[in-house]
């Protein structure tokens, strides 16, 4: 299975000067605001939030799927984790993005849903490129999140997901979404976002970097890798 890993070389240190340039023009990260699931259920279930560079992606458990997101994982028989990933769409699917394909998305425009399916545990797949949390969240908090990933899906004439091509590793695909990246609504907004639909407190207010995300990761997350 091919692997990308997510490192911080020289490239994406200098696209991250960039990004903390074209930043300081934006007045404040904005974001729509969803009410995560607030109730006392037990902790049960386990997501995970893989966090490379500067990117964040989700995992959760291929069997812990529901709702309409379940045709995912059909169509993925055999991963027993799933990981979902959100950026702009030329950069996130460009084999070898450049300088110039960053820059570009800085201006609002299109966006697609990664989705990897995995045959191990995510910690043991990224390996050292990555470090992974472990979250524990409810049966409900998870049916939350699970609708809020369908929702950025993109779904074509018969109302299902529209691929839009093959993800760089094998047996991942590029889904059409409905959102619209920005620098105020970037892949780690949405990572934000989507734990804190779960259930988890994180806010995804003013975040534009990873460390946005995991900097608010409390005490109860592990850390897997």
């Known amino acids: 299975m091919r692997r990308r890993e997510f490192r911080i070389d020289a490239r994406n240190i200098v696209?991250?000067?960039?990004?903390?340039?074209l930043c300081g023009s934006v007045s404040g990260c904005a974001w729509s605001p969803v009410e995560p699931y607030a109730g006392d259920a037990p902790k049960r279930q386990t997501l995970y939030?893989?966090?490379g560079g500067w990117h964040t992606e989700i995992g959760l458990p291929a069997a812990a799927l529901s709702g309409k997101l379940t045709a995912l994982r059909d169509a993925m028989p055999g991963a027993r984790y799933i990981v979902?990933?959100?950026?702009?769409?030329?950069?996130?699917?460009?084999?070898?993005?450049?300088?110039?394909?960053?820059?570009?998305?800085?201006?609002?425009?299109?966006s697609v849903v990664l989705v990897i399916p995995l045959s191990q545990a995510p910690a043991e797949f990224f390996g050292s490129g990555a470090t992974v949390y472990a979250i524990p969240v409810s049966d409900d908090g998870l049916e939350r999140l699970a609708q809020f990933l369908w929702?950025?899906?993109?779904?074509?004439?018969?109302?299902?997901p529209r691929r839009i091509g093959d993800g760089p590793y094998s047996g991942s695909i590029f889904y059409a979404s409905t959102g619209t990246y920005s620098l105020s609504n970037?892949?780690?907004?949405?990572?934000a976002e989507a734990l804190h639909v779960a259930g988890v407190p994180v806010s995804a207010g003013g975040v534009v970097f990873a460390s946005g995300v995991t900097g608010q990761l409390s005490s109860a997350a592990v850390r897997a890798r």
């Open 186 to 191: 970037t892949c780690n907004t949405w990572t």
């Open 84 to 110: 979902f990933g959100w950026g702009q769409r030329d950069y996130y699917m460009a084999p070898n993005p450049g300088l110039g394909d960053f820059l570009a998305a800085g201006f609002p425009g299109p």
């Open 49 to 51: 939030v893989i966090a």
């Open 151 to 160: 929702d950025y899906i993109e779904q074509d004439a018969q109302h299902q």
């Open 15 to 21: 696209a991250a000067l960039a990004l903390l340039v």
